[in-house]
């Protein structure tokens, strides 16, 4: 691998992509945070994105899953061009992300703040309540019993009645990365996933990902924590300035001379 100090890009025209990204920009006055980025992520991938600081990866995340508009460039899901799509709209094509500080939802307990994920509900209309009961009983106890069954794989049942502000942030992470999968997502963008949590919950976290990929779940996440992310992604995007740097395995990575010279003279990690 070269290590000449150009900005050689992500690895594109891979085998069955269910994310592409093409030419990706975005600006804010004059700071450009986004700058002609053009990924893509192979289904069934654990795919780990790094950075110093203020390289664009929240930026990144925030344009490709709808809560930014960019500036240029284009998305796409499983070959659907999502760019014009609002943030919901973009779940209901199989993108789904979560953030780096959950929200936390008042007034609600852990189970109805986890009936607030799946779609568009028969019973949100007010006609199939008088003449499609029983379809939206159905529903409704359907959406219940995946929620329970969620709660319990994340090993968080026992706080199905507890109050979404009570918990701690680990908790409520756990909660957020739970309610992700009531829309069965095609791909899910983890923002931090373990940021701010104590180690023994980190491995938690970092086995459910295992877990859910090995049943075919494909993952983006951004990470400072560097053991945590090496140890668990394969490939690594890497940006820098807004721009992708490279693309690699972890040793790859690890051991490219851009990558130490991005972090040595940026904030770090």
Known sequence: MSNDGVYEGAHLDKDDPVLKTRGLEKAFGGLVATDDVSIEIERGTI??????????????FNLISGFYEADAGSVFVNQTDVSDMTPPERAHEGLVRTFQTPRRLEGMSVREAMLVGPGPQTGESIFPLFFSADDVTREERANLEQAEELLERFE?????????????????????????????????LLDEPVAGVNPTLANDIKRFIREL???????????????????????IIVLDQGRVLMEGSPKEVRTDDRVIEAYLGGAGP
């Open 47 to 60: 795919t780990g994105m790094i950075g110093p600081n203020g390289a664009g990866k929240s930026t990144l």
């Open 156 to 188: 968080i049942s026992h706080l199905i009645d507890q109050p979404s502000t009570d918990l701690s942030g680990g908790q409520l992470k756990l909660v957020e990365l739970a309610r992700a999968f009531t829309t069965n997502p095609d791909i899910l």
């Open 213 to 235: 990929n090995e049943e075919g779940q494909t993952f983006l996440i951004i990470e400072h924590d560097m053991p945590f992310i090496m140890d668990l992604a394969d490939p």
